[in-house]
Nanobody, 122 residues
Framework: QVQLVESGGGLVQAGGSLRLSCQASGSIISINAMGWYRQAPGKQRELVAHINNGGTTNYTGSVKDRFTISRDNAKKMVYLQMDYLKPEDTARYYC????????????????WGQGTQVTVSS
């Protein structure tokens, strides 16, 4: 079984910073890509940032130059450093990972965490 657990969300004033962390655990053989998504009330879930196992990153336009995604492969963790936060960044942030497990080593599956709430006040 695989678990992704996010942490680091909270309430912050506009212009502030937060650092989200996501820990992957369980019967994992390898992790390909990892990413952060967010969903605001009444809106669809959207990609925020993505990083592959080679370290190549991409970001949605609204967070470029403000957010930084990184990962620690040895610890099976992915991070999202969020600076210069804006009220429109308020959402529930979800971690996901594209990975292989020991019980299905030939197949890649995507797993999701439960999310962590980020609220930015104006």
């Amino acid at each position: 079984q695989v678990q992704l657990v996010e942490s680091g969300g909270g309430l912050v004033q506009a212009g502030g910073s937060l650092r989200l962390s996501c820990q992957a655990s369980g019967s994992i053989i390898s992790i390909n890509a990892m990413g952060w998504y967010r969903q605001a009330p009444g809106k669809q879930r959207e990609l925020v940032a993505h990083i592959n196992n080679g370290g190549t990153t991409n970001y949605t336009g609204s967070v470029k130059d403000r957010f930084t995604i990184s990962r620690d492969n040895a610890k099976k963790m992915v991070y999202l450093q969020m600076d210069y936060l804006k009220p429109e960044d308020t959402a529930r942030y979800y971690c996901n990972a594209d990975l292989r497990t020991s019980y299905s080593p030939l197949r890649r599956n995507v797993y999701w965490g439960q999310g962590t709430q980020v609220t930015v006040s104006s």
